[in-house]
């Protein structure tokens, strides 16, 4: 079983910053898939960004369109979280974002933190 804790939501203004974390504990394992999804009000949930760890090479990212060049997802293998830095955001960043952690055929969801991008 894993257990997902998100922080670093909150209310910014547009063109402003905001990291989001996510600490996974419980049975982790070398190789796995973090990352990011929003849902917006009346909206599906939609991917952000993934980063996946591999058994060679660095890891690999992948990212939505509407956040490239703005957003970029690291991790930290060593405390088991994914960052999410957010930059020059809009206000339709404006979302609930749910961190996903994928490993062994199973997946894994947060709670969700609330982005708010409003001036």
């Known amino acids: 079983q894993v257990q997902l804790v998100e922080s670093g939501g909150g209310l910014v203004q547009p063109g402003g910053s905001l990291r989001l974390s996510c600490a996974a504990s419980?049975?982790?394992?070398?190789?796995?898939?973090m990352g990011w999804y929003r849902q917006a009000p009346g909206k599906e949930r939609e991917l952000v960004s993934l980063?996946?760890?591999?058994?060679?090479?660095?890891?690999?990212?992948n990212y939505a369109d509407s956040v490239k060049g703005r957003f970029t997802i690291s991790r930290d293998n060593a405390k088991n979280t994914v960052y999410l830095q957010m930059n020059n955001l809009k206000p339709e960043d404006t979302a609930v974002y749910y961190c996903?952690?994928?490993?062994?055929?199973?997946?894994?969801w947060g709670q969700g933190t609330q982005v708010t991008v409003s001036s």
């Open positions: 996903r952690f994928l490993q062994g055929g199973r997946d894994y």
């Open positions: 980063i996946v760890s591999r058994m060679t090479g660095g890891p690999t990212t």
């Open positions: 419980g049975s982790i394992f070398s190789f796995n898939t």
